[in-house]
């Protein structure tokens, strides 16, 4: 499966950003789609997943209540909404697939998008 990543540029806190990951090669249903980050000189880190069956979501608890992730009924696109965003938001936002649940460290992620950057002015 093949992952790109959108939607990402300058928002100033307290705004809002949606960032889309187009699957192609496969469908999103079949994987736990999920969103990292990376801010400059840090480690990736979870953001947010998605499991394929059911629907199930589980967040990061820097961003529950501010992000949701979620799929449109084709399947193609798996969207982040970010609201409330704070400057410790700005990061490289990156899309991944995984076959494995509840799994927050990037190594369980076979799958990955080029990443895309969101700014959060103070």
């Known amino acids: 499966v093949q992952l790109q990543a959108s939607g990402g540029g300058l928002v100033q806190d307290g705004g809002s950003l949606r960032l889309s990951c187009a699957v192609s090669g496969g469908t999103s249903s079949s994987y736990v789609m999920a969103w990292f980050r990376q801010g400059q000189g840090k480690e990736r880190e979870f953001v947010a997943a998605l499991r394929g069956s059911g629907g199930s979501t589980h967040y990061a608890a820097s961003v529950e209540g501010r992000f949701v992730i979620s799929r449109d009924d084709t399947g193609n696109t798996v969207s982040l909404q970010m609201s409330s965003l704070e400057p410790e938001d700005t990061a490289i936002y990156y899309c991944?697939?995984?076959?494995?649940?509840?799994?927050?460290?990037?190594?369980?992620?076979?799958?990955w998008g080029q990443g895309t950057l969101v700014t959060v002015s103070s």
């Open positions: 991944a697939a995984s076959r494995a649940w509840l799994r927050t460290t990037a190594s369980a992620y076979n799958y």
